[in-house]
C-alpha cells in the first residue's frame, strides 16, 4: 500500500472531521424525480423492477408520487406498464381509477384511444372493484360510439357493449 493509501485509512479510522460523512440515503425520490423517471426508458425499467418486488410500502410510495401524472403516463410505452402494475393492487389501483374519474372527457377519450393508453383503460376496467367500476363504466358510455371507431379502443368498446 502506498504512503498516501495508508494516511488516507488512518484518517478515516480515527474519524478525521476533513473527510465528509457520506450523505444519508434517500428513502423515497421527489416527485418531480420519479415522474421523470418514470418517462426514461432506463428509469422505467428501474421503476417497473422495484414495482414486481411486491413491496406494498414501495408500490405506495411510488403511487403516491406519480399521483397526477398516470394519464400522461399511461400515454408513453413504459409509462403504460408502470401505471398498469399499480392497477393490479388495490390499495394504489384506487388512486390510478381516482384520477381517470376526475380527469376531463376529452382527456380520458384521448387515453383510452392511443396507442398505449387504452390497455391502461382496459386494465383499469378488468381490475377495478364494484363502486370505482361502476364510476368508471358511466364515465366511459358516453364516449361509445366514439370508441368504436378507433382501432386502438375496441376492446374498451366491448367490454363497455357487455355491462348492462
Request: charge should be neutral; glycine fraction near 6%.
Amino acid at each position: 500500500m502506498a504512503e498516501g493509501d495508508d494516511s488516507f485509512s488512518k484518517s478515516i479510522e480515527q474519524e478525521n472531521p476533513t473527510v465528509p460523512p457520506p450523505p444519508p440515503p434517500r428513502e423515497t425520490p421527489t416527485r418531480p424525480t420519479l415522474r421523470f423517471t418514470g418517462c426514461d426508458a432506463f428509469g422505467n425499467f428501474v421503476v417497473q423492477h422495484v414495482l414486481n418486488l411486491n413491496n406494498l410500502r414501495c408500490t405506495y410510495d411510488i403511487a403516491v408520487c406519480l399521483r397526477g401524472h398516470y394519464v400522461e403516463l399511461s400515454c408513453t410505452h413504459g409509462g403504460r406498464y408502470i401505471v398498469e402494475k399499480l392497477l393490479e393492487r388495490e390499495e394504489t389501483g384506487v388512486l390510478v381509477v381516482a384520477e381517470l374519474l376526475e380527469c376531463e372527457r376529452d382527456k380520458l377519450l384521448r387515453l383510452a384511444r392511443s396507442v398505449y393508453g387504452n390497455f391502461v383503460v382496459v386494465t383499469a376496467l378488468k381490475v377495478t372493484r364494484e363502486d370505482l367500476y361502476r364510476g368508471l363504466v358511466n364515465k366511459l358510455k358516453p364516449l361509445l360510439p366514439l370508441l368504436r371507431r378507433s382501432h386502438q379502443s375496441i376492446t374498451i368498446a366491448e367490454i363497455l357493449e357487455s355491462v348492462p
